[in-house]
């Protein structure tokens, strides 16, 4: 059992990043995936990144990579996701998530067991 807790949402103008946290409460956090989603207004919820606690292997979803940065520090049990050159469009709330799997790397929402409440990250033009 986990517990997920994200923080670092806000305002930002476009063009500009901000860094979000998901601190991570739990034992045996080698045997997790952690992923960041997002879901905006009216759209499904949407794979970003997913990165391994062992190994730091990642994957990222296509319309992102090169813009957004995953990464994590085991010490602190904390998960990262770096925002740079945000637009309008990357409106939406953003998830952290847990998958129990720490051998493959899942971008579909329903593969993840854990969920944190969301930090809504809102981008003006």
């Known amino acids: 059992q986990v517990q997920l807790v994200e923080s670092g949402g806000g305002l930002v103008q476009a063009g500009g990043s901000l860094r979000l946290s998901c601190a991570v409460s739990?034992?045996?956090?080698?045997?997790?995936?952690m992923g960041w989603f997002r879901q905006a207004p009216g759209k499904e919820r949407e794979f970003l990144a997913v990165i391994k606690w062992s190994g730091s292997s990642t994957y990222y979803e296509d319309s992102v990579k090169g813009r957004f940065i995953i990464s994590k520090d085991n010490a602190r049990a904390t998960v990262y996701l770096q925002l740079n050159s945000l637009s309008p469009e990357d409106t939406a709330v953003y998830y952290c998530?847990?998958?129990?799997?720490?051998?493959?790397?899942?971008?579909?929402?329903?593969?993840?067991?854990?969920w944190g409440q969301g930090t809504q990250v809102t981008v003006s033009s």
């Open positions: 998530a847990a998958n129990r799997d720490r051998w493959t790397l899942y971008t579909t929402a329903d593969e993840y067991d854990y």
């Open positions: 739990g034992r045996s956090l080698s045997f997790y995936a």
